[in-house]
């Protein structure tokens, strides 16, 4: 058995049991522990009882649906959620975000994509964040927390998922400076997906609608068209 994910356990919510068993079989090949829910209601006290290092989660559930486990799960838990979607639009992506998803994967997906997709979601959910000389950063109403990782915009806390997070950090971290969309995509979600600059626009554009005062005009996360981002502090009222 392969012992590099010894201890790690996942849990896949679907309401079809050929991709439960599916799932299971790629997971279980590659060492991870496999809890398994064939209904949102049931999914979320799994997610209770076990708690799983992270969850597999298909959106079209009947009765609850992903988009609503996944929100209730959010009152409670912080564990890494990838929704499983036979939908591509932004729309339906942004919706997951909304709910506090952290990834997606389009069905159907390959066993090489879903692993990938798994792994680069538990190691962006268990960094930690560097802390050079200071514990705090702050730009205009935003400020993070570099010791608890929490943002707050005007002194309330907005939640953010472990990838949100760590997009922020990235930017944070280099304040006033420009990142390259190579830059972004390797360091929050892996060399893997260096050249997918629309897949970085998708979490820049739901980043901004929880942070920004107006996200249609951003004051913060800047855009420097055809090269990256940058994190400036908005000009005062």
């Known amino acids: 058995m392969n012992a590099l994910h010894a201890g790690q356990r996942i849990l896949v919510v679907d309401d079809d049991p050929r991709l439960i068993r599916l799932v299971r079989e790629v997971l279980t090949a590659a060492g991870y522990g496999v809890l398994t829910s064939t209904s949102g209601e049931q999914a979320i006290e799994t997610l209770a009882v076990e708690q799983p ?89 935003l400020t993070i927390d570099l010791a608890r990782r929490r943002v707050s915009i005007g002194g309330t806390e907005v939640y953010l998922t472990a990838t949100e997070y760590n997009l922020l950090y990235q930017l944070a971290t280099h304040f006033n400076q420009v990142l390259l969309h190579e830059q972004l995509l390797t360091e929050v979600w892996g060399p893997e997906f260096r050249g997918d600059v629309e897949y970085l626009r998708s979490y820049v554009h739901y980043l901004r609608k929880k942070l920004e005062r107006d996200p249609a005009n951003p004051e913060m996360i800047v855009n420097i068209q055809g090269v990256g981002y940058m994190l400036t502090s908005p000009e005062p009222d």
């Open 53 to 141: 290092d992270l969850v597999l989660l298909d959106i079209m559930l009947k009765g609850v649906d992903g988009y609503d486990v996944c929100r209730r799960a959010r009152e409670f838990s912080d564990v890494p959620v990838i929704m499983l979607t036979a939908k591509v639009t932004e729309t339906d992506m942004l919706a997951g975000f909304d709910a506090g998803a952290d990834d997606y994967v389009t069905k159907p997906f390959s066993s090489k994509e879903l692993l990938a997709r798994v792994s680069a979601v538990l190691k962006r959910s268990q960094k930690t964040a560097r802390q050079p000389g200071e514990t705090r950063i702050v730009c205009g109403d």
